[in-house]
Structures are given as structure tokens and as C-alpha cells.
């Protein structure tokens, strides 16, 4: 299987704030990378696809970019919804795998 | 509006078998795969499984091959998923999610809300 490692596994930032989560693949996976944004008691939401295609209603703050193995998730003004545990997922091989989640936590 | 709709949460004893199911509305149920995955108390999310809603279909993920069925009923566009010989290591929140594409492996851009199922003595 694919292993996907993110990192920090954890931050707090301020609303305002850059943030930027990374994620590494154990080999190449072209550009299927896909991120998404979870918050307690709710359901995962979508966000980038392929990588950098922002998902249809997701704010343009959210961008992704990278390829291979090495991807980045920037949100580029936080805001006080984006408080949330963030995912990577490769779905270039069979099992999808995720990322661990990093948790954006308010400062 | 395109939407899954999970049934309710179950508590189950050990041993117990549990259905979960997962209603589609707002599209073509036929065309998008349709995946499973959890989230156990503190962990991170976990892939199960896809089930082909046209053919019936079915790929698991190694570590739940033995007690897990993924079915469909294609009348009423609805995806199911039933766990067997039920352990307190089953005790998470089961999402059903659809495949952006047309085949299993594309982002999943739809989620159910999520089944809580609490296997306790």
C-alpha cells in the first residue's frame, strides 16, 4: 500500500494567517492527490482534486499544488471556519489511502 | 441536490452482525461507484471498500475482507454495508461516499453523514 505522510500532524495559527500542510507519498502517484477538510460530527468535504483543481463552491483561499510524491495544501487567509482536521488521500493506486490529518487549531 | 443519506446510529453487542445504509438522490445512482470508509474514535479515516452500483461489483480492503458485504439495490438507489462477527474494535462512524468519476478511483466528492455504530457488552 501507499503510505501518505503528513505534516505537522498538528498547528495553530490566527484567522488571517497563511498556513501550509504538506504531504508525501512513498512513490509516485503523478498528480492523484486529493484533499479534504473534516470537522467533528460532520461529514469529510472535498476541497482539491488532482492535485490543484479546486472542488465546485470551495472558497479560491484553498489552493493545492505539487506532484510525484510531494504535495502542499495552502489556505492563504485563514479563516475561523478552516478550524479542522485536513487530509491528503492518494487515489492513484488501489487502496486509497490518507494522509494521518493535520489538525489546524486557533492560536 | 445530489446527496447520500446514512441510516441512524446502532449499538451492538460483540458478536452481533449490523446494516448500514446509504440513499443516493440528485443523480444517476448506477453511474458512481460508491465507497466506504471510517473514522474509529481518534484515528484518522480508514478506506473499507467500493461496491459498483451498475454491476454489483465489489473490491474490500484487505483488513476487513472477512466480515464485510457491500451490496446494492439499484430499485430504490440505495448502497449498503453489513458487518459480521462485530468486536469493539468495529466501534467507529462508517461513511458511505460516491466516486467523482465513473470508476473507483476518483476524489470522493459526496459524503453521507456518517453512521455512529457502538459494539459494547
Known amino acids: 500500500d501507499i503510505q501518505m505522510t503528513q505534516s505537522p500532524s498538528s498547528l495553530s495559527a490566527s484567522v488571517g494567517d497563511k498556513v501550509t500542510i504538506t504531504c508525501r507519498a512513498s512513490?509516485?502517484?503523478?498528480?492523484?492527490l486529493n484533499w479534504y477538510q473534516h470537522k467533528p460530527r460532520k461529514a469529510p468535504r472535498l476541497l482539491i482534486y488532482?492535485?490543484?483543481s479546486l472542488e465546485s463552491g470551495v472558497p479560491s483561499r484553498f489552493s493545492g499544488s505539487g506532484s510525484a510524491t510531494d504535495f502542499t495544501l495552502t489556505i492563504s487567509v485563514l479563516q475561523p471556519e478552516d478550524f479542522a482536521t485536513y487530509y491528503c488521500?492518494?487515489?492513484?493506486?488501489?487502496?486509497?489511502?490518507f494522509g494521518q490529518g493535520t489538525k489546524v487549531e486557533i492560536k | 441536490q445530489v446527496q447520500l443519506v446514512q441510516s441512524g446510529a446502532e449499538v451492538k453487542r460483540p458478536g452481533a452482525s449490523v446494516k448500514i445504509s446509504c440513499k443516493a438522490s440528485?443523480?444517476?445512482?448506477?453511474?458512481?461507484?460508491v465507497h466506504w470508509v471510517r473514522q474509529a474514535p481518534g484515528q484518522g479515516l480508514e478506506w473499507m471498500g467500493w461496491i459498483n452500483p451498475n454491476t454489483g461489483g465489489t473490491y474490500y480492503a484487505q483488513k476487513f475482507q472477512d466480515w464485510v458485504t457491500m451490496t446494492r439495490d439499484t430499485s430504490i438507489g440505495t448502497a449498503y454495508m453489513e458487518l459480521q462477527r462485530l468486536t469493539s474494535d468495529a466501534t467507529a462512524v462508517y461513511y458511505c461516499?460516491?466516486?467523482?468519476?465513473?470508476?473507483?478511483?476518483?476524489?470522493?466528492?459526496?459524503w453521507g453523514q456518517g453512521t455512529m455504530v457502538t459494539v459494547s457488552s
Open positions: 461516499t460516491r466516486d467523482q468519476g465513473e470508476s473507483y478511483n476518483d476524489a470522493f466528492d459526496v
Open positions: 488521500q492518494q487515489t492513484y493506486d488501489t487502496p486509497p489511502t
Open positions: 512513490q509516485s502517484i503523478d498528480g492523484h
Open positions: 440528485g443523480y444517476t445512482f448506477s453511474i458512481h461507484y
Open positions: 488532482g492535485a490543484s
